[in-house]
């Protein structure tokens, strides 16, 4: 049996034994100072505990959901942070059996948890903390305090290590009550592992609830004038780390998903999450060292797990002060010979129906351009066919030509396509346009009946209808550059020739000036979304502002 917290020293068995029992009740404990429902607290060593959170995944099947096909990234953050689509899936069937469940812990892993699985004097070895070695003579509220602080200072292997040993106490054979408040899945309990980033994005975005608001996108979970309230950063933390739950939770009941420490993931650090050369290890959600305009929900780097050092000419593992980890409950794919064959069952209707709608069943180019790739590479195949069997020339050579007729036939399709993408572009482009016309000029009379507000007060009003409108029109410009930039999305995934085909035909036909504008801008921001695979509706919106500065149509 594993249980370190016996190697804690006795005053700190002393100071903790009080509060630790009291996490029976509903009063808070050092593990859980913000008690919620629906918070699963799963038992640790020395009667600690660690609490997690779940947060439901649309949909009743085990493959795929179309409403579990989600957009992380941020077109506005950095260079590792494009927009992408890809499926949420969760660990646990949900008791409703509707939905599936991710499990997160809803506080940063602390220095206490870490103590009560692995020991002091373990933490002492693996800190690179300059204080650390100050810890066990802390009392009271100061050790209280220092013990809810996030791990941190340790390497990514001690926290691997952590989570192995704590697996291992879990499943102890000689204690099944360890693991009773596990989920399960098929009879099977889950297990403790660091989460997947696109687990960490989509809770840290709101999940279920803000797919269904439509706020799911937003750079934030919460209005920007809230982040203060949620999170430490470096404006209002100047490089320290805080113990947990201090700042309020967000709507899912988590604490400290942004800011305080940034958290360990299990996934490789990739360039876009999923593709890209593998590098360290990804860690996410920002720190106390990161500036508040730079904390969003897409915010991802890059943990160098085995740093090279310039000065010393050494490679040291990486321990870094804002740096720590938030554990997952995972399961297996396959628990059970039962679960196995309910999904192989499941799988030809999923094969056959949403897999083509998932971001795993389609290339970067659109569909069908897929298909008319892959009636090219039959051309070869049905050449050799010919050489081989003399006899079925004949045959073949009728295939051949059904090949031809429907390759030129997808490649219709696709200038069809792309010319209606365009033509819809150009439209929302168009609006957007005359919206900001009608902003400039909004902007200009507002100041004027400013300016003469302060002369009389019956000016007031007319202020108040300016802005009002002024509002209006920036909602409007809002949506349309949305719509915009999806158009634009889609159309540069079609190959250059039908992009420029598509372009050059609607100016061929000669369109009102501020029409024949929108498309040479539409043609530019296409050619960078293919070159990039990433909107930046930001430098776009700024191209039409400049393109139509004193624009008239008359």
């Known amino acids: 049996m594993i249980n370190s917290f016996s190697t804690l020293p006795l005053t700190l068995v002393l100071l903790l034994g009080p509060l630790l029992a009291a996490a029976e009740a509903p009063a808070a404990t050092p593990y859980n100072p913000r008690p919620a429902e629906g918070d699963l607290v799963v038992p640790m060593p020395g009667e600690a505990e660690m609490v997690f959170r779940a947060v439901a995944v649309p949909g009743a099947d085990f493959w795929a959901d179309h409403d579990r096909i989600i957009q992380i990234g941020d077109a506005a953050g950095g260079i590792f942070e494009g927009l992408q689509r890809t499926q949420i899936s969760g660990s646990f069937k949900a ?69 192995h040993r704590y697996n291992q106490w879990l499943f102890d054979p000689d204690h099944p009550e360890r693991m009773a408040r596990l989920p399960r899945l098929d009879d099977a309990p889950g297990f403790l592992r660091l989460p997947t980033e696109e687990e960490w994005e989509y809770v840290v975005r709101g999940g279920l609830p803000a797919l269904r608001r439509g706020t799911f996108d937003d750079p934030l979970p919460f209005p920007p004038r809230q982040l203060n309230e949620h999170a430490w950063h470096l404006g209002n933390a100047r490089h ?122 389609r290339t970067l180019d659109n569909r069908v351009a897929q298909a008319a790739s892959q009636i090219s590479d039959a051309d070869p195949i049905i050449e050799r066919l010919i050489d081989q069997n003399p006899h079925l020339r004949e045959s073949l050579t009728a295939v051949q030509a059904l090949t ?13 396509a792309a010319r209606s993408l365009a033509q819809d572009a150009a439209r929302n482009g168009v609006n957007l346009s005359v919206y900001l016309s009608r902003l400039a000029r909004l902007s200009t009379t507002l100041e004027s009946a400013r300016r003469l507000s302060e002369i009389s007060t019956r000016y007031q009003e007319q202020v108040a209808a300016v802005e009002r409108s002024i509002a209006d029109l920036d909602e409007a410009v809002s949506l349309q550059l949305q719509a915009y930039g999806e158009k634009v999305a889609s159309l540069g995934d079609y190959p250059t020739e039908h992009r420029t085909m ?29 070159e990039q695979r990433r909107p930046d509706r930001d430098t776009w919106l700024e191209d039409f502002k400049t393109s139509f500065r004193d624009y008239s149509d008359g």
């Open 502 to 530: 598509a372009i050059d035909f609607l100016s061929d036909q000669e369109p009102p000036r501020r029409e024949a504008m929108v498309l040479e801008l539409l043609r530019v921001h296409a050619e960078t979304f293919a």
């Open 240 to 361: 320290q780390t805080r113990p947990i739950g201090l700042r309020a939770a967000d709507e899912l009941g988590f604490h400290d998903l942004l800011g305080n420490v940034q958290e360990m993931t299990a996934n490789l650090f990739r360039p876009e999450i999923w593709q890209g050369k593998p590098g360290g290890v990804a860690v996410r959600g920002g720190s106390v060292s990161t500036p508040a305009t730079d904390l969003r929900s897409a915010l991802r780097a890059e943990l160098d797990v085995f740093a090279w050092d310039g000065d010393s000419q050494r490679v040291r593992e990486r321990r870094s002060f804002n740096t720590g980890a938030r554990l997952a409950i995972g399961a297996n794919v396959v628990v059970s010979s039962a679960q196995r064959s309910r999904i192989e069952q499941e799988y030809d209707a999923y094969r056959t129906e949403l897999r083509r709608m998932t971001p795993v069943g």
């Open 404 to 416: 031809v007729n429907a390759r030129e036939q997808l490649e219709l399709a696709q200038r069809e």
């Open 95 to 163: 008791d409703n059996g509707q939905t599936w469940l991710i499990y997160l812990a809803k506080y940063e892993l602390t220095r206490g948890q870490y103590i009560a699985v692995m020991g002091m004097d373990a933490l002492l070895a693996a800190s690179a903390d300059p204080d650390i070695d100050a810890l066990p003579g802390l009392t009271g509220r100061a050790l209280r305090e220092a013990l809810m602080q996030p791990l941190s200072f340790v390497s990514y292997h001690d926290v691997l290590a952590f989570i």
